[in-house]
Every structure is written in C-alpha cells, then in structure tokens.
C-alpha cells in the first residue's frame, strides 16, 4: 500500500487477555518504530526496528510488551495479560533509513480498549 | 536525555488571526527538531524539521518555525490560521537511542489548535 497501514483499527478487549497489534510499513523502509498515544501523555517511545533486529527496547512499559519483525516487514506488538491502564491508541511508522534525514511515516493507530 | 516541552494544552484562535505554539526543547548535545500534525482521525504528518543552517524553517500549509538556541525553543507560527488548521500539534526532538547510533523522536504533549470562524 501507500502508506503505513495498521490494524485492527478498534480493539476491545477483556482484562487480562493477550492481544495482537499489527503494523504494515511502507515498502523498502528499514526503520519501524511502535508509539503509545494516551490522553494527556503525547507520544510515548516504545521500541524501535532497524530491518529485524531491535537495537531499542527501552520504552516498553513492561515485560507483558514484546514485539517482532519478520521480513523486514510487518511487525507485531503483543500485549500479554491487558490492564486497564494499557488503553491507548498504538501507533506505527516507518522510515526509509534513519529519522534525520528521511521522514517517518505513520499509520492511523490501533485504538486499544481494555474492560 | 532529550525531552520536550509543550505549555498550552489548547490553543483557541479566530480564524484569520496569527498564532504561535510554544515548544521548549532540554538537550545537551546538538538537537534536530520537529514539529508534526494531527488531524481529526488521521495519522501524523511531518509539518517541518530543523537539522542544521538557517534558523527559520518554511513547512507545509504556510506553517514556521524558528529555531533559538539561547532561549531552547522552537516555537510554531503561522500569520493566518484557517478553520482546516484545526489538529493537534506535536513538537519533537530527536534523541539518540541507548547504545546504539540511531535516531528516535521525542515527542511533546501536544498542542490543540482550535480555529473558529
């Protein structure tokens, strides 16, 4: 597609249950970052991917947060054992190589509701 | 570490009328800026970026910015505001992720630009 597509666009999810956020960049950009945009909170790093690898983990809230990339490609957020305080939209975006010189791209975001 | 800093929540302006949003960047090292947009039920999109060279920076939609290093601040104009230009705004910097050599943006809280007519 022509820009970075996420989905699913709503997520409701119950307490405690795993959920899956998917993000598919814009074809031939190596870099793939995860933000999580909550009320009154900006824009919150979570984890950033250069091709597979992720060379930045720091921002994940916790060890229920993990993340991969396969193909270079399409990566996946999971969310183990949702909280309440996870609701937040979950954004992506990609670059062609690094943000200084090439801009990042971001998708609509996942709005994340967890009851 | 690099962080930013975005004072007005909200902003509400008449349509026509000038208006500045504020951004104060804390870094001690040399800083890349940003400012991006928001629209109603819209991903993000860059307005405009200061790297290096002249402190004034022409973006998209008649938006600028100025870059002042003494006073740490990259504040967002524009002269006249239309009712399009409704959106949360979003002032970044870039910061060096840990051990590695890559960039990440550090964002702001934002900024709710309400035009009205």
């Known amino acids: 597609g022509a820009g970075v597509s996420q989905s699913p666009s709503n997520k409701v999810t119950e307490k405690g249950k795993d959920v899956e956020l998917r993000c598919d960049p814009i074809s031939g950009h190596t870099a793939l970052y995860w933000y999580r945009q909550s009320l009154g909170q900006g824009l919150e790093f979570l984890i950033y991917?250069?091709?597979?690898?992720?060379?930045?983990k720091s921002g994940l809230p916790s060890d229920r947060f993990s993340a991969e990339r396969t193909g270079g490609s399409v990566s996946t957020l999971t969310i183990q054992r949702t909280q309440q305080e996870d609701s937040a939209v979950y954004l992506c975006?990609?670059?062609?190589?690094?943000?200084?010189?090439?801009?990042?791209?971001f998708g609509q975001g996942t709005r994340l509701t967890v009851v | 570490a690099q962080s930013v800093t975005q004072l007005d929540s909200q902003v509400p302006v008449f349509e026509e009328a000038p208006v500045e949003l504020r951004c104060n960047y804390s870094s001690s090292v040399s800083v890349y800026l940003f400012w991006y947009v928001q629209y109603p039920n819209q991903g993000l999109q860059l307005l405009l970026k200061?790297?290096?060279?002249?402190?004034l920076v022409k973006g998209i939609n008649g938006f600028e910015a100025e870059f002042n290093k003494s006073q740490t601040s990259f504040h967002l104009r524009k002269p006249s505001v239309h009712i399009s230009d409704t959106a949360e705004y979003f002032c970044a910097v870039s910061a060096r992720g840990p051990g590695t050599g890559f960039q990440k943006l550090v964002f702001g809280t934002g900024t709710r630009l309400l035009v009205s007519p």
């Open positions: 991917f250069q091709g597979n690898s992720a060379p930045d």
């Open positions: 975006a990609s670059s062609l190589k690094t943000v200084l010189y090439t801009e990042a791209f």
């Open positions: 200061y790297l290096s060279g002249s402190t």
